[in-house]
């Protein structure tokens, strides 16, 4: 299980100067367009070598950092 600090770390590698708080909104607010969703992706793809499909792509699942992070240690246990 990953820890929400590996989350909040790629979130400001994808986006530079977000410090969001785990259950911050990041989308609705904003802070988070769907360019920087796709590069999130790619990132958390890349970073635990997972496989995010489409069907993944819901707002739901990149709402905030926990949602984030939800989804990826789901993803692993699939």
């Not at 904003?30 to 790619?42: F, N, P, Q, R, V």
């Amino acid at each position: 299980m990953h820890q929400i600090e590996e989350i909040l770390a790629i979130l400001e590698e994808v986006k530079p100067g977000l410090h969001p708080a785990p259950d911050e909104e990041l989308i609705r607010s904003g802070k988070l367009e769907s360019i920087d969703i796709m590069s999130l992706t790619m990132a958390l793809a890349e970073e635990f070598d997972l496989e995010i499909s489409p069907v993944d792509l819901k707002e739901e699942n990149f709402r905030t950092a926990a949602d984030i992070l939800r989804l990826v240690n789901r993803l692993e246990e699939e």
